[in-house]
């Protein structure tokens, strides 16, 4: 049994290495594809590469997986270590040791944080001694003789002695959740929000504090943390009928009639007990033909054919529309199913001419690489479709050039130096071989569009052209053989949301990012800021074979194309 066990912690080990290290596809360790190891493991390169809050959130989501697994915890303590938040790391350590008192270097931190705080002349808990120098058995005692006065509605009096206990007990989370039992009775719903926001960073990954603190934030108005902190309850504990509720009653108050509808249906489907989910859920439900024949009525107005289609079809199910609005939306849906079949038909011939230009003049499709070792191989006409990032941009009189390596480790670059506050072309300046790099010629000139700029991902289609050489516009150095070229018939460009971190900032590139916000622990992250201005979010589609620019607005608008 021991050889097993053994055999499986080096296979989970293997496994989140070859996931973390190597970019292996979690399919490979089905597993442990999202498990407690993994989510430790990656917060550990966070934590070596000095991303602080991609640490912490992998250490929380460790948490979330097994709260009982004592090497997030101590982990935790190592990163408040760093940042010289001391009596979090203490208590990191400590509950680290509780859960593995074999772990030595909680031991040595937990040391190291009681001379710091000794020097601060700040107080520090024995980790012998959790309870204040109470057994567990007294302090249960003493909480439940509490809460039975609570129940009893003598608060003056379960509150002195609430208070007497939390002196010697500031970090004992059951005594900080009777204290937001008391504040909740009381109606301190502010003072509740305090207390179970501090009991969160003793629990992370509780769902019941979440929902709690989700409740209370919903109670003085302030919606959308509300909205969060339930939806991170729901994340963890998925099957429980009063979350869903809870998100209801916020989607309902914040004006999304149909989102709260959903959740209040599932809360009904959850617990058949609750009748106010139910009746709720079915006013809303007669509600929605109207709110469905609106949306319908400005869809249609905007020429989204299929989006009016559904909404007005929808709306026609409800059947709780007046006479005349039901004669307006029959009417709208006929036009809408012939106009977003005549879209369907314009959309296929796209398709059919892309299909001939792909494969018309080819056997196959090739990859770049492939035209990198062998370009005598494959001649100028035949077809490539790759993604890369933009390095530069160069506009002629009838149409532009651009720039675009494959190697992501150069745009990497470019964003540690602008994160450092260094110039922010040193990923591209360095570069003297230009190996991955390929001139995409347009047949017109590129909108002026914020999109197009060096970072941002980019997907080309079009036809292989003859070999250049290139010349580094940031060090004027030319590639050391020539490198293809793409006359490109269609572009695909991202520009990714820019993450703030002090005063620098860098661009994500292709990778993902953690949600920045308030964490459970308590520290504000940065925030991030979208620089691609309103309107323009999403990706810019350019395709030269079919649509100028405008047309193609129009068909993305229409939710076509």
């Known amino acids: 049994m021991k050889t097993k066990q053994r055999l499986d912690q080096l296979a989970r080990r293997a496994c989140t290495v070859a996931i973390v290290v190597f970019g292996l596809s979690t399919t490979v360790c089905p597993a442990f594809a999202d498990s407690a190891e993994l989510h430790n493991t990656t917060g550990l390169a966070f934590y070596y590469q000095g991303k602080d809050a991609e640490a912490f959130a992998e250490f929380v989501k460790a948490l979330e997986k097994d709260p009982s697994f004592a090497q997030p915890r101590f982990n935790l303590g190592r990163l408040f270590e760093r940042q010289k938040r001391n009596e979090e790391a203490f208590r990191q350590y400590r509950d680290a040791l509780q859960l593995d008192p074999s772990l030595v270097g909680a031991k040595e931190g937990l040391e190291r944080m009681k001379s710091a705080l000794a020097v601060q002349g700040r107080p520090t808990e024995a980790p012998s001694l959790p309870t204040g120098g109470l057994s567990p058995e ?146 809303l439900a007669n509600k929605l033909g109207l709110y469905y024949y609106n949306a319908g009525l400005y869809y249609f107005q905007q020429q989204s054919w299929t989006k009016a289609k559904d909404l007005l079809k929808r709306a026609i199910e409800k059947g709780n529309l007046n006479p005349e609005q039901m004669a307006v939306a029959q009417q709208y849906l006929v036009i809408s199913e012939f106009s977003s079949a005549k879209v369907a038909e314009q959309i296929k011939a796209i398709q059919s001419e892309r299909e001939f230009v792909e494969n018309g003049s080819t056997a196959r499709k090739i990859q770049v690489q492939d035209a990198e070792g062998r370009p005598a191989s494959y001649p100028a006409g035949s077809y490539v479709d790759f993604l890369g990032w933009i390095v530069a941009r160069k506009d002629g009189a009838d149409s532009s050039d651009l720039i675009v390596t494959k190697n992501y480790r150069e745009v990497e670059v470019r964003e540690q130096r602008i994160r450092n506050g260094e110039e922010g072309d040193g990923g591209f300046r360095s570069n003297s071989r230009m190996a991955e790099w390929y001139t995409i010629r347009t047949p017109r000139v590129l909108p002026s569009d914020p999109r197009i700029a060096p970072s941002s991902r980019v997907r080309v289609k079009g036809k292989l052209g003859s070999s250049q050489y290139i010349r580094n516009p940031y060090n004027f150095l030319y590639s050391q053989i020539a490198q293809p070229t793409v006359d490109a018939d269609y572009l695909e460009i991202y520009r990714e949301p820019r993450r703030s971190y002090g005063r620098s900032e860098y661009d994500s590139g292709g990778r993902q990012r953690t949600p920045q916000g308030e964490s459970a622990f308590g520290s504000t992250e940065p925030r991030p800021v979208v620089n691609t201005p309103p309107g323009l979010a999403g990706p810019l589609k350019i395709d030269f074979l079919r649509y100028n620019e405008e047309q193609l607005k129009n068909l993305e608008r229409a939710g076509e194309f």
């Open 138 to 283: 007294a302090l249960q005692a003493q909480l439940a003789s509490i809460r039975a006065l609570v129940d009893k509605n003598e608060l003056t009096t379960a509150r002195e002695r609430l208070d007497v206990l939390s002196k010697s007990n500031p970090s004992e989370a059951e005594v900080l959740l009777l204290q937001a039992d008391l504040a909740e009775k009381s109606m301190d719903y502010p003072g509740a929000i305090d207390i179970l926001n501090r009991a969160l960073v003793l629990l992370p990954g509780t769902a019941q504090i979440s929902y709690r603190l989700a409740l209370n934030l919903y109670r003085i108005g302030h919606f959308d943390k509300a909205e969060a902190q339930v939806e991170r309850a729901m994340q963890i504990n998925p099957n429980k009928a009063e979350y869903y509720h809870l998100l209801g009653r916020i989607q309902g108050d914040r004006g999304k009639p149909a989102e709260a509808y959903n959740a209040l249906n599932e809360a009904a489907r959850l617990n058949p007990d609750d009748k106010v989910a139910k009746d709720e859920a079915d006013r």
